[in-house]
């Protein structure tokens, strides 16, 4: 069986950049997402410019057996998958209230139920072998409750604990688990103008999905268990931990930071 590396959510922002790194290192990849065009793309290019096998594969991961459809492809195919990347996500700036409760069911598959199920599916796999890679996407929002996008960001925080104990549940087993906690990311999850993009990266406050992916894969490589990709994220996550939720949550009703909010 030929080894692969599988990245959920790899046809654009930082789960490309996980397929284009993987495959500049030499690495074969499996390039999972809903939109087909947009898979093939990133394979045919990445075959092209670094000669390795590049699989489309086009999934629903917000369908109940998205991970069993994944499973089984691999298997018929005969994709031995060494390194699991959950990338997938999306993101809602919306009051609960205000929100469609399909795209909640929605957001909860995608981030919670196929990528545990992805996990319960390979990391088997992975042990029995030896050795192998998982990387879950969490979040800055997993560390303090987040008005605007609370599902999302407790979603995220279903993420950071499910890493920290499958981690835990894999010691010694060869096999390592990196939770990665991103804070803004440029991808097209973000509904900004070029320039305010431009003038957020330079103050530090977005980072790239190149620089977000490549951190990322190299906590992974040194067995780490979280990854925080910026300093600035760093500190976020400790500001976030050490002040208490009835400190941060006024701060995010005050007028001017919900319209920075509700605008991102």
């Not at 998205?66 to 031995?80: M, T």
């Amino acid at each position: 069986m030929a080894r692969f590396a599988l990245v959920t959510g790899g046809s654009s922002g930082i789960g490309e950049q996980y397929v284009r790194q993987l495959a500049a290192e030499g690495r074969n990849v499996v390039v999972v997402s809903n939109r087909d065009d947009e898979n093939r793309r990133v394979a045919a290019s990445v075959r092209a410019e670094f000669g390795v096998e590049a699989e489309p594969l086009c999934v629903d991961l917000t369908e109940p057996t998205a991970a069993e459809q994944i499973f089984e492809y691999c298997k018929q195919h005969a994709i031995e998958v060494d390194t699991l990347v959950n990338n997938a996500g999306m993101l809602i700036f919306n009051q609960l209230e205000r929100t469609d409760s399909a795209r909640i069911e929605a957001i909860i598959a995608l981030h919670c139920t196929t990528p545990t199920k992805l996990c319960r599916l390979f990391a088997p796999v992975m042990r029995e072998r030896g050795g192998g890679h998982i990387v879950l996407m969490s979040s800055v929002t997993a560390w303090t409750p987040f008005p605007t996008i609370s599902h999302y960001a407790a979603t995220k925080s279903y993420l950071r604990s499910f890493g920290q104990s499958l981690w835990y549940e894999m010691r010694g087993s060869g096999v390592t688990v990196t939770t990665v906690f991103p804070s803004a990311v440029d991808t097209p999850l973000y509904s900004l103008g070029d320039g305010a993009r431009r003038w957020l990266r330079r103050l530090g406050i977005m980072q790239t999905a190149d620089e977000v992916a490549r951190r990322a894969l190299r906590a992974a490589r040194c067995g780490r268990r979280r990854c925080f990709p910026s300093l600035l994220t760093k500190i976020e996550v400790a500001i976030c931990y050490f002040l208490p939720s009835w400190v941060l949550l006024p701060i995010m009703r005050i007028p001017a930071v919900r319209r920075i909010l509700e605008r991102i």
